[in-house]
């Protein structure tokens, strides 16, 4: 008989930074489950390229740093909570290096001990602050953590587990403070579901890029983290502000491949599909600009011009530079054909990174007892309306070892209530799959068309009504059929795709990535106000 029910002190959803980093910190204080739903390196992370942005030289300073961040963010930064990030980022960096962790530059410490990092510089940064690994970063940061793990009797790796839905106390029916108590888990290559218990459980299933038809992520990033905590009833704030990546290869056989901002940061340009550079008509900063300008500008020179891309040209520089600067970049797009030493990139903006998700504190702590999120899940308020470039993997690392260091006293606490085991219904097999895959195509076009970078009330409100008819037939879908991890993840985007709506419904004004025709200017009311939304118990 196959084991369903598994008991553990630490249990953490998903393999990324966050997930793993935070494995690390608590291995010493009792047994860790990873419960992660492709195999172990599968994540963002995994993709990351420009690399993690910590102040780490002498001509930089907390306070610099500090400022790019909150000017990036709009107005709606938590400060306290930048500061402490940023501060605490170069030791978290250190132990990153002392785990193996490799970045460019001169590997052997100079002569006073100090080590010479090649630092790179991205849109929104006053100083040349990011860590990188040549344009692997995210592959390395992973190898060098995974290693690590391997090493840790007291971790144990579930691949290829998808974790469906939180166990809370509320749900059960039980009295008193809503406590987080275990996952449901679905084994995929068996389709048996597991209960895992523990008296701590980690969110670190990253962001939601898939519920966009364009997006940089890969599969794995479709919100499950903030669908689980909503319907467990934690807070999630903040979904309006997705941010599109300005440079994403146009190619329609490359799936979803990133073009380093760190590419402008080493002198590449932007131009429209004429040919002419644009970006100074729109910021002091031209090509460099926060994100959000240069995804607006970009939007707006297509549409001006009915282009299908702009250009992104570096063939300013040697090419033996921008060989051994960006190898994977340089060969990726040689495969489809782009010599980028010789010619320009065709790029487009793309859904790229989540700024809020479930609301935590800088310890990682949601609003339900025991339930942890950190990384591209939660909304800490480091980012405010818009992420500053490479911020994200530096949250993750800060966050991840706060959380554990916050957790480690909840771990003791014993779970005394005997856990359900999941209840399949009358559940038959899913013989209408077409069914999820027309659903999932047509939540994330119309995310594209409606909500997308430039937004107008009206298309929100056609959004709005659109999910919630797909939402009824996937709930039937749901209870009727036996579940998989496809029919799983259109439940997941489509819950998201609706926080994203009724957020960016809630907030009658344009900041940061939120840009709202309708309310074209900031509104200094809404300088300080989270869009905070909760599922109320009875629904
Ligand atoms: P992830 O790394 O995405 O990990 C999530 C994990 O959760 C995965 O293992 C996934 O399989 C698992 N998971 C999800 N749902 C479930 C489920 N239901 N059950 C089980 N497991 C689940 N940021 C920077 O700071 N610098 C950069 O240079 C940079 N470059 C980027 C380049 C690209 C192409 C992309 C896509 C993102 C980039 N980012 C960058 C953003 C950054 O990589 C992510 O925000 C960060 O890696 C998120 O880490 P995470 O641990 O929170 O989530
Ligand atoms: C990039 O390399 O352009 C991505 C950096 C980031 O998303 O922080």
Redesign the pocket.
């Known amino acids: 008989m196959p084991r369903t029910g598994y008991k553990f002190d630490f249990l953490i959803?998903?393999?990324?930074?966050?997930?793993?980093s935070y494995a690390l910190s608590v291995a010493r204080s009792g047994r860790v489950a990873i419960?992660?739903?492709?195999d172990?390196a599968?994540?963002?992370?995994?993709?990351?390229?420009?690399?993690?942005?910590a102040v780490m030289s002498k001509e930089d300073s907390f306070e610099m740093h500090v400022h790019d961040t909150l000017e990036a963010g709009a107005g709606l930064c938590r400060s306290d909570v930048v500061n402490a990030i940023i501060e605490e980022g170069p030791a978290r960096v250190q132990e990153l290096m002392d785990l193996g962790m490799k970045f460019s530059g001169r590997s052997e410490p100079s002569t006073d001990g100090s080590i010479e990092l090649d630092l790179g510089r991205e849109g929104g940064h006053s100083k040349r602050r990011?860590l990188?690994a040549k344009d692997v970063?995210?592959r390395e940061i992973e190898s060098a953590l995974l290693q690590a793990i391997a090493r840790q009797p007291n971790i144990q790796i579930f691949e290829n587990?998808?974790?469906?839905d939180l166990i809370t106390s509320q749900k059960l029916g039980l009295t008193g403070s809503n406590r987080c108590l275990g996952v449901y888990?679905l084994d995929k290559p068996s389709g048996a579901v597991h209960t895992f218990e523990a008296p701590v459980v980690l969110l670190?299933?990253?962001?939601c890029?898939k519920v966009y038809l364009f997006t940089?992520?890969?599969d794995?990033?479709?919100g499950?983290?903030v669908a689980?905590a909503y319907r467990a009833g934690a807070a999630v704030a903040n979904m309006e502000f997705i941010q599109f990546?300005p440079t994403c290869l146009f190619d329609r056989k490359a799936k979803?491949f990133?073009i380093?901002e760190a590419v402008r940061g080493e002198g590449g340009v932007l131009q429209t599909f004429a040919g002419a550079e644009f970006m100074d008509e729109y910021h002091p900063l031209a090509s460099l600009a926060p994100r959000d300008i240069v995804a607006r500008a970009i939007d707006t020179e297509m549409k001006k011009s009915g282009s299908a891309h702009v250009w992104l040209d570096i063939t300013s520089k040697p090419a033996r530079f921008i060989m051994d600067r960006f190898p994977n970049i340089y060969e990726t797009c040689k495969r489809y054909g782009i010599d980028i030493c010789k010619e320009p990139i065709p790029v487009v903006p793309a859904a790229?990174?989540q700024c809020g998700g479930v609301q935590t504190t800088i310890d990682g702590e949601t609003g339900i007892e025991g339930l942890y999120a950190?990384?591209?899940?939660a909304c800490t308020g480091l980012h405010g309306a818009n992420r500053l470039?490479?911020?994200?993997?530096?949250e993750?690392l800060v966050c991840a070892h706060r959380a554990a260091q916050h957790s480690l006293e909840r771990s003791r606490v014993p779970l005394s209530i005997p856990l359900p085991s999941w209840e399949s219904g009358t559940a038959t097999d899913a013989d209408e799959m077409v069914v999820v895959a027309h659903n999932w195509d047509e939540i994330r076009r119309l995310m594209w068309d409606y909500v997308g970078i430039v937004r107008t009330n009206k298309r929100l409100l056609r959004a709005q009504a659109r999910i919630k008819n797909l939402q009824t037939e996937i709930q039937e879908y749901y209870w009727g059929f036996t579940v998989t991890s496809d029919l799983?993840e259109l439940r997941?985007i489509a819950t998201v795709a609706e926080l994203i709506v009724e957020s960016a419904l809630q907030r009658p004004e344009s900041r940061g990535l939120h840009y709202n025709l309708d309310y074209p200017k900031a509104d200094p009311d809404w300088a300080r106000r989270d869009t905070v939304l909760r599922r109320s118990p009875s629904s």
Do not use: C, W
């Open positions: 959803l998903g393999s990324g930074i966050a997930g793993l419960i992660t739903k492709k172990r599968e994540s963002n992370t995994n993709y990351a390229q420009g690399g993690i942005a990011i990188h970063t995210g587990h998808f974790a469906i888990v670190a299933t990253g962001g890029g940089t992520n890969p794995i990033a479709t499950d983290g689980m990546h979803s990133l380093s790229h990174y950190v990384g591209e899940v470039a490479s911020n994200s993997l530096l993750a799983l997941n």
